[in-house]
């Protein structure tokens, strides 16, 4: 009788423990999943349905099917379909120009600084600053510093250009700072993926005589892909929410030309007048969808030799 106690106690502990080692994952990723269904999945599941209706934040919104996303895209006579297109061309101009730059500066400049150059820690730390402020307070900086009379730009040239209310100085102006501002990111990134590369194939590579171009697209950059991939892909994604850049330096102008979607999505959701929440939503979700579109070629034709393998 006492044995079978036994058995059934033992039994009961390895039942409990089992358990137990079965809840502890969740005790972890339970709070992150909380906070993910709370502020993440429920606000897109939320903005989808709203974009299918016709809403101005305060009455009760009626659904109106596809007829927003069929004026955004096929009326051409629509404001909505005049500021959908001219936010768009606007947000690729900068994607277009913007990515490799922000892909190829900091690869450069952590190249430079993994090639033993003396306080490389200091000159990381450099670069990575201005990543820790607001965009709000990098703006203002930058907006003095391209200011038409004051600014040292123009005193050091001795020139009058207007580099915030003219074309193409307006599109130089926020690329500058986008770069200037995002670039510690990356070059941390690429710091870490170059150190992690054996020495032994440069070293290989140095007795078959090969040049420091032919090293780098060999060795440097296959052996970074992954990163390289990680990187290619975030960057596109952030450069088409850009927002604050266009909105503190250049307020969207001149004549609209650097007036990015999301400026025309929160102008139409929050912006003078009313609400047009229901379109500005359809509007985030097709730029939604072309980011997710435009990832997923990246991801397969940047991944396409590791897919083979």
């Known amino acids: 009788m006492m044995q079978t106690a036994t058995n059934y106690t033992e039994k009961s502990k390895k039942q409990k423990k089992s358990t137990q080692s079965k809840l502890k994952p969740w005790a972890y990723i339970g709070p992150h999943l909380i906070f993910f269904a709370l502020f993440g999945l429920v606000p897109l599941v939320y903005g989808i349905y709203i974009s299918f209706t016709q809403w101005d934040m305060t009455g009760e919104a009626v659904f109106v099917g596809l007829r927003n996303y069929q004026e955004i ?3 051409s006579s629509s404001t909505f379909h005049i500021q959908f297109s001219e936010g768009l061309k606007n947000t690729l101009i ?3 120009v913007s990515v490799p730059l922000l892909i190829i500066v900091p690869l450069l400049i952590a190249i430079a600084l993994n090639t033993k150059i003396k306080a490389a820690g200091i000159f990381q730390s450099i670069f990575y600053i201005p990543g820790l ?3 709000s307070a990098i703006a203002l900086i930058w907006t003095l510093v391209f200011n038409k009379r004051l600014g040292p730009i123009n005193n050091l040239f001795g ?3 207007n580099w915030i209310t003219a074309q193409p100085y307006a599109w130089i102006v926020i690329l500058v700072v986008s770069i200037w501002w995002g670039i510690g990111g990356n070059m941390v990134i690429y710091r870490a993926a170059l150190s992690a590369i054996p020495a032994e194939l440069y070293e290989a590579a140095d007795i078959d005589g090969a040049s420091s171009v032919k090293k780098f697209f060999y060795i440097t950059v296959p052996s970074m892909k992954f990163p390289l991939l990680y990187t290619f892909v975030m960057t596109t994604i952030g ?5 604050g850049q266009p909105v503190m330096l250049t307020n969207g102008g001149p004549t609209k030309s650097t007036t990015v979607l999301m400026m025309h999505i929160r102008n139409l959701a929050f912006g003078k007048g009313q609400s047009v929440a229901g379109m500005a939503s359809a509007m985030a979700v097709l730029l939604g969808l ?3 579109i435009i990832s997923a070629i990246q991801f397969i034709l940047l991944n396409k030799d590791n897919s083979k393998g």
């Open 94 to 96: 900068y994607v277009v």
């Open 239 to 243: 450069s088409f929410n850009i927002y």
């Open 290 to 292: 072309i980011m997710v």
């Open 133 to 135: 402020f607001s965009i």
């Open 73 to 75: 895209l096929f009326n």
């Open 159 to 161: 020139s009058e250009v």
